[in-house]
Structure formats: structure tokens, C-alpha cells
């Protein structure tokens, strides 16, 4: 038996989206930008799921792209944003996910006209919005403002109404990371402002390999890859149908089934949260308890030679868990986000999540495993 419980890296495709899926590798085979028949069946696909995309978020149709990943959204977002947007400062901070931050260090060593400042997070990881208001009423020239919404990590929950209404008042542009809300939590880019928002299929029992980005249609802007005219001339190349068609529909369950499945999730994260505290000692809950993810759990042990081989002997006794985002996997040093929020070298960090597939039973066999473990 294997208890998969690293569900924040990602999450097992839905039966359900993969038999949604596979008309899509074996009959609608045509090219979308074909006019014929099949191109027509196709593209008629494409612009279904992208019209569930547009309505979950209450956004209009022409504001949602196609790309493969989260990772190429955020990269657009940014770039794009000092190319085409005239934006001189970028506003972020130091607990965001490495595409995030690694194309701000990139823009910064490009362009000697761009500057950024990062925004200190107090222990739970959350941001002084005040902070955030007079960074950029101290700021000259376009900003743009990097907070994600659900932190991968330790699972904070950014304020992102706030966020906005700041952006907002001082006329700057907010692109945000909804690569951990999506399919979790509501959201209306029509009640708050965002300038850019990205998600990911694969986080939501959707295939890997693709993701979207809105734009809000306010800022035009150009594209990264040359070629083609598909996605309305915003990204060449032609589409990942299936995966396209598998991203909208595993969006539509999400939604569908998201109450029944937070409270399921909820239970499980509490009853983890109990237990450990019950009969793991010195254990140390990272995430916030209450107002954190839903569906995230990081805990710390103290560092001693049986928590150095945690990750390890947990694997060999058949559960999955992560020590932290999984792009980072294979680097030695500490996590950038647990130094952020000011966890020393002398914890070792898990971090468990969860999916609506996951028992109460699960639970209990963990915990009696770190017992044995610890």
C-alpha cells in the first residue's frame, strides 16, 4: 500500500477528465487552425474549455490563453509587463515560487532600467500590506506588484483583495500566482483587480503539460514565442488539444464538487494537526492553523540523525510527502521560504497535502510511522 500524500506537487489525473480526454488523441485528431471539419471539431473544443476557464473566474473569454504550464504564464506576465507595459519596478516577496522569482532576477539583469524590492513577511508568511502601500507611494514609474495567492510551501493565504485595492490606488499592475487556488477557492477577477493571473491543470486533477494565463484586457501585450497566429496571436505553436480539453473539464469537477471536497480535506488536515500534537513530541506546526490551505500541512521536527532520513525511511514504508516544492527537488539548501519566515537549520521541514482521496485512515497510519520513525 502506498498513501500519496503530496498532492501541493501534484495531483492524480480524474478518470473522469482522462475519459474526457481521450476522443481528443484518438478521433477529434484534427489541427484547430484547420478550417475543414476536423480543425473545426477541434477548435470547437479549445473554445469550450476556455470559455469554462474565462467563467470560473468571471472573466471574459478573450482573456484567457492556453500555455504549457504555469510557469511559462508567469514568465509571460512579467516580461511582458517591463517589455510591453512600460513597468520599471517590480514589487515582490521572498516566498514566492521560483518562476516568479527567478524571471524578476532575470528582467533585473537584462534590464539596467528595472529595479525590484522585495517585501518582508512576518513567521506565518503573510505581507504588511501598509508595507505594500508605501512602497509603492514611494516608488517613481509603472510598478508591478508578484504576490501569489495560496503559497505552495507553508500554505498562506494572501489577501488579495487588499492587494489589488492598493494596486489599484496607485495605478499599478498585480499579477498573481493561483497556481495552489485554483479549483480550491472562488475566485472574481471581476470583483478584484488583477492584472495577470496563472494556473495549472496538473493541481487540480488535470494532465500535466498545460496551464493558462488571464490577462486582463486593459494591458495588451505581446507575445514570448514567434511562429504562428494561434491563441489569437498570443502564443504560436499548435495547441495540446487533449490537454486543453483536460484542463477545462477538470476545472468544471473542481468547481462542481469544491464544498464537498473542502470539507472532507479539512477533517483530514485537522485530525492530522491533533494527532501530531497528541503523540509526536516537540513537533512544530509551520503552517498557520487557522485561515492557512486547506489542502497543505508543513510541520517541522527537531534536526537529529532520525529526521535527517525522515523523507527517506517514510518513503520506504510506502508514504509520499515532499520536504518542499517539488521544482526544487535535489537541492541541498534549506528552502528560501522557510528561511523567509525564519525557520532555523535546526528543524527538519515536511510538507503533507492533501486531495479529497485521502482518508482519516491514511492519517493514523502516518503518525503511528513517525512514532516508530522519531
Not at 512579467?78 to 518562476?99: F, M, Q, Y
Not at 513567521?123 to 508578484?146: F, H, M, R, T, W
Not at 503559497?151 to 492587494?163: H, L, M, P, V
Not at 512544530?284 to 534536526?303: R, T
Request: aromatic share 6%; net charge negative.
Amino acid at each position: 500500500m502506498r498513501i500519496y500524500l503530496d498532492n501541493a506537487a501534484t495531483t492524480p489525473l480524474d478518470p473522469r477528465v482522462l475519459e474526457f480526454m481521450l476522443p481528443m488523441m484518438t478521433e477529434n485528431y484534427g489541427n484547430p487552425s484547420s478550417i475543414h471539419h476536423h480543425g473545426r471539431q477541434c477548435k470547437a473544443v479549445v473554445e469550450e474549455s476556455r470559455k469554462k476557464i474565462a467563467n470560473s473566474l468571471k472573466a471574459s473569454i478573450g482573456e484567457i490563453f492556453f500555455t504549457s504550464s504555469a510557469t511559462e504564464a508567469n514568465n509571460l506576465a512579467i516580461l511582458a509587463a517591463v517589455r510591453d507595459l512600460g513597468v520599471t519596478k517590480i514589487i515582490s516577496t521572498p516566498i514566492e515560487h521560483h518562476c516568479v522569482l527567478h524571471t524578476i532576477e532575470h528582467v533585473i539583469a537584462q534590464d539596467k532600467g528595472v529595479e525590484s524590492s522585495f517585501l518582508s513577511v512576518d513567521e506565518n508568511g503573510n505581507i504588511n500590506l501598509e508595507d505594500l502601500d508605501q512602497e509603492l507611494a514611494a516608488s517613481n514609474g509603472k510598478c508591478l506588484v508578484c504576490v501569489m495567492y495560496v503559497n505552495n510551501e507553508i500554505g498562506t493565504i494572501a489577501d488579495i483583495k487588499s492587494i489589488s485595492e492598493i494596486c489599484q490606488k496607485h495605478e499599478a499592475l498585480f499579477q498573481c500566482d493561483a497556481v495552489q487556488a485554483m479549483g480550491k477557492y472562488p475566485i472574481d477577477v471581476s470583483e478584484t483587480a488583477i492584472s495577470f493571473l496563472s494556473g495549472s491543470a496538473h493541481k487540480f486533477y488535470g494532465p500535466k503539460g498545460v496551464g493558462f494565463i488571464y490577462i486582463n484586457s486593459n494591458n495588451q501585450v505581446k507575445p514570448l514565442i514567434h511562429g504562428g497566429s494561434q491563441e489569437r496571436n498570443m502564443r504560436a505553436g499548435t495547441e495540446n488539444t487533449y490537454g486543453i480539453a483536460g484542463i477545462g473539464k477538470a476545472l468544471e469537477l473542481c468547481i462542481e464538487e469544491m464544498e464537498a471536497h473542502r470539507a472532507h480535506i479539512e477533517s483530514i488536515r485537522s485530525h492530522l494537526i491533533q494527532e501530531l500534537k497528541a503523540q509526536i513530541p516537540n513537533v512544530k506546526i509551520i503552517s498557520p492553523e487557522d485561515g492557512g490551505h486547506y489542502c497543505l500541512l508543513n510541520v517541522a521536527f527537531p534536526k537529529s540523525e532520525k529526521t535527517d532520513m525522515i523523507m527517506f525511511n517514510l518513503d520506504i514504508l510506502g508514504i509520499s510527502a515532499s520536504a518542499g516544492s517539488a521544482c526544487s527537488s535535489g537541492v541541498e539548501q534549506a528552502s528560501h521560504v522557510l528561511r523567509a519566515i525564519g525557520l532555523t537549520a535546526e528543524h527538519q521541514a515536511i510538507r503533507f497535502s492533501f486531495s479529497h482521496h485521502n482518508t482519516i485512515e491514511e492519517i493514523d497510519f502516518l503518525v503511528e510511522k513517525l512514532k516508530g520513525i522519531l
